[in-house]
């Protein structure tokens, strides 16, 4: 099925880093969402986005929905270790509610 | 805030014998359920739709035979591995809506169930 391609596959974080990842697409999403998962565990909601050029914080977490409706971004400042896992982004369509998920990616503590 | 109950978290079966799957909405009516198998250090792969009352619908290439789903009420679908193999082996994670119009597309996730098929 179609994949949101998003960026970076993974990176390593040290404490007090600002993180920054993206999603990209062909087509046009007219919701994005962005989601955490811990191992063993199901995917836990962060920012849903609803309109383009949305801009919406979380916490330290803040998330943009693109302008031209396919692309997404995340921000997490000043990282802490509890940040460690999968992030997921997450487009909708109008009609269906179906999620179409990027790749994710794998955030991890620099050794 | 919305929760989704999944149960079993971890299962362990023998090669043959068929496995349920509970997805329960706790404090909402989920209309909608949907149902995704994740692979180790993969994405989520969406394999059915489950409306309550209705048919589920299968993505392509999910075999409906091999996994039954059920939404028998607005709290509650299950998903069952009939006949289960080692390829079944797989991470199944349910979520559910609680907009039957689907305008609040924001989905709730539960914690997912680890199948091992020896």
């Known amino acids: 099925g179609q994949q949101l391609n998003q960026s970076p596959q993974s990176m390593f974080i040290q404490e007090g880093e600002d993180v920054s990842m993206n999603c990209t697409s062909s087509?046009?999403?007219?919701?994005w969402l962005w989601y955490k998962q811990d191992p063993g565990e199901g995917p836990v909601l962060l920012i849903a986005?609803?309109?383009?050029?949305e801009l919406t914080s979380n916490g330290r977490l803040t998330a943009q929905f693109g302008i031209t409706r396919k692309d997404s971004f995340l921000n997490i400042s000043a990282s802490i270790p509890s940040d460690v896992g999968i992030y997921f982004c997450?487009?909708?369509?109008?009609?269906?509610?179906?999620?179409?998920f990027g790749g994710g990616t794998r955030v991890l503590v620099k050794p | 805030g919305a929760v989704v109950s999944q149960h079993p978290s971890r299962v362990i079966c023998k090669s043959g014998t068929s496995v349920k799957i509970e997805c329960r909405s706790l404090d909402f009516q989920a209309t909608t359920m949907f149902w995704y198998r994740q692979f180790p250090k993969q994405s989520l792969m969406l394999m059915a739709t489950s409306n309550e009352g209705s048919k589920a619908t299968y993505e392509q290439g999910v075999e409906k035979d091999k996994f039954l789903i059920n939404h028998a009420s607005l709290t509650l679908s299950t998903l069952t591995v009939t006949s289960a193999h080692p390829e079944d082996s797989s991470f199944y994670i349910c979520?559910?809506?609680?907009?039957?119009?689907?305008?609040?597309?924001?989905?709730?996730f539960g914690s997912g169930t680890q199948l091992s098929v020896l």
């Open positions: 979520s559910a809506s609680r907009d039957r119009d689907l305008v609040d597309e924001k989905l709730f």
């Open positions: 986005l609803y309109k383009a050029g």
């Open positions: 087509s046009i999403f007219n919701t």
């Open positions: 997450a487009g909708s369509k109008a009609a269906g509610n179906k999620l179409t």
